[in-house]
């Protein structure tokens, strides 16, 4: 696919076409651990289950600050762009593939030698704990494969091309799914066997990325003598990524902090957390994804200097945040108990019954971050990090604590009211804020 301009054009067709890909392809990167827990819940066991579910935030923090990292490189290459300085594109590149090889083979060193005493500070229960670290550990060997998948993902994206990215996914979602199933589920192997299958399909998405690159891009295409950290655009990189991936990695702190609080009550508890954190993982990421297309809209325009265009695409793009909210939380309440009931096998009517009735009060707030998002996304794309963070920050704060005052009295309701909680105070930092910097921009 070639580059995309969106300085000029149909606003609306320029965010649906840019963001339709990028729903797909994050869909499609979730399914890996989706398909993961399905299997190791239905032909291992719920213990399993409850394994991979405790490994999963840990890992969640590497994957969004490793994206963070990219998306702040991403919003750099598309300033770039938008201004037609193709050659620093190419420097930026070329800047983020060296400092991400150190800083992914660092990061899955780390974690492959200390999983377990992580696993077991977070109190993860002993007739799990052996098989969680096992399978965390291979995990983080597939660090570097998803740097480099987001890496040029991002470069691309920064560009215009969604749709590709997509492709290389969908491949590797479907492998993983073919291994899973016929190494775990056909010839029994356990969880090392998951892990495995799921680095390598991350793996293939990085290699086939790369490789169309160089069949493809030239604008991206870096030769030898180009492989050079350029400081500067390092240190912008890192100014613009550190507080990205500090961002994205609150997420998934808080949810280990949470799962700290599950992890106490019992197996069939942790279980049915982690089956509603992955059908939540699929409620959101569409929204994440429109945030990611107004972000490239906005930094596109940017820096083609089109003041006008970028307020008129914010506002179609929180009106696509709105649309899905209003898909998503009428397929959530009415398919709770089936979409639960995917990850375990007959018998575990407890863990349905636990699930379903987390989602069917999610479902409705759901709303409050796609407007979150869609915030986000605006201010990542004018380059304005610290709000964002501040904004992220304020959320998971309240969510942890409400969740620790919450739960014990209403169960795993607490933790959506407590997620509620966080979103509406978020709201009520950044709208504020919006109306103030526009004000001020328009001066």
Known sequence: MAAVNMTEGNMTKHLVHYSVPLILGNLFQLTYNVVDSIIAGRFIGKEALAAEGTASPVMNIVILGISGICM????????????GHQEKVKKEMATVALFGCYFSLIVAALGFVFSGPLLKALHVPEEILRIASVYLSIIFLGAPFTYFYNAVSAALKSVGDSKTPLKFLAFSSILNAVLDLIFIGGLGFGIVCSAVTTV?????SAILCIVYVYRKIPMLQLKKNEFVMDSQLLLQTLRYGSVTALQQSCQPIGKLLIQGAINPLGVDMIAAFNAVN?????????????????????AQNRGAGKKERIRAGFRRGLM????????????????????????????????????SSYLAVMALFYLFPAFTNGIQGFFRGMGNMGITLMGTVIQTSLRVIFVYILTPKVGMQGVAYACAIGWGAMLLAEVPYYFWYMRRHDN
């Open 72 to 83: 702040g490189a991403s919003v750099l290459m598309s300033e770039f762009y938008g201004a």
């Open 200 to 204: 390598a399909a991350e793996a293939a």
């Open 320 to 355: 696509l945040e709105a649309l899905y909210w209003v898909f998503i939380c009428t397929v959530i309440t009415f398919l709770k108990e089936p979409l639960v009931g995917l990850f375990v096998t007959e018998g575990n009517e407890a863990i349905v019954a636990i699930g």
């Open 278 to 298: 992955r059908i939540d993982d699929y409620a959101f990421t569409p929204e994440q994804s429109i945030s990611h297309g107004i972000t490239t809209f906005v």
